[in-house]
């Protein structure tokens, strides 16, 4: 059983939308912060931001405004919204649970930003 299944991603115009999306499974979706992070080319995995248990979100500055983070924890699932895109927005998503001394992370969704 994979912990978490990714979907969404594809290519999108500049000032495009895309969403993700993130389905838990096999572990107690509620008690984990859950978080999104990408790597654009030829850089180093980055925190685009998370979403805690009780619902406190944080942000990379560089998408505050343009990006929600948002869960269901009825359906085990955490939702990336992604508005207003940039080129500079451009890699590969990873949904991530962590809890404790537990830490998952999904398969990774290509964004890419391009006209």
């Known amino acids: 059983q994979v912990p978490l299944v990714q979907f969404g991603g594809g290519l999108v115009q500049p000032g495009g939308s895309l969403r993700l999306s993130c389905v838990a499974s096999?572990?107690?979706?509620?008690?984990?912060?859950m978080g999104w992070y990408r790597q654009g080319p030829g850089n180093q995995r980055e925190l685009v931001g998370d979403?805690?248990?009780?619902?406190?979100?944080t942000y990379n500055g560089s998408v505050t405004g343009r990006f929600t983070i948002s869960r269901d924890n009825a359906k085990n699932t955490v939702y990336l919204q992604m508005n207003s895109l940039k080129p500079e927005d451009t890699g590969v998503y990873y949904c991530n649970a962590n809890w404790a001394q537990f830490d998952y992370w999904g398969q990774g969704a290509q964004v890419t930003v391009s006209s």
């Open positions: 979403i805690s248990s009780g619902g406190k979100k």
């Open positions: 096999g572990f107690e979706f509620s008690l984990y912060t």
